[in-house]
Nanobody, 127 residues
Framework: VQLQASGGGLVQAGGSLRLSCAAPGSIISSLTMGWFRRAPGKEREFVAALSWSGRTSYGDPAKGRFTISRDTTENTMYLQMNSLKVEDTALYYC??????????????????????WGPGTQVTVSS
């Protein structure tokens, strides 16, 4: 699965950004996809997941501020990020798994088991 993330940039604290992830050659409605991030000097962090069936889950940093969605006509997944904080500064990765099995999907919804990673897109939030 090829994943292409875009939409990162520089934004002031309190602002918004929308990240996009395209999956050319794949049908995103058949994939469980998600977002991770890695800030300098920190561990990789689960942000959000969207199952092939349309269920969503969020990591603690995203709850209440970020929304994961997809547009099947555009074959693109999105991460709408609102009320951004300086601590949201990180490299954001789009991820996916191709299995639609219940166990793999359940694991992915908890941020585990993603086996396809795209190159990251940098998000920088200034104070």
């Amino acid at each position: 699965v090829q994943l292409q993330a875009s939409g990162g940039g520089l934004v002031q604290a309190g602002g918004s950004l929308r990240l996009s992830c395209a999956a050319p050659g794949s049908i995103i409605s058949s994939l469980t996809m998600g977002w991770f991030r890695r800030a300098p000097g920190k561990e990789r962090e689960f942000v959000a997941a969207l199952s092939w069936s349309g269920r969503t889950s969020y990591g603690d940093p995203a709850k209440g501020r970020f929304t994961i969605s997809r547009d099947t006509t555009e074959n693109t997944m999105y991460l709408q990020m609102n009320s951004l904080k300086v601590e949201d500064t990180a490299l954001y990765y789009c991820v996916a798994i191709t299995s639609t099995g219940s166990l793999a999907t359940a694991q992915a919804m908890r941020g585990r088991g993603f086996d396809h990673w795209g190159p990251g897109t940098q998000v920088t939030v200034s104070s």
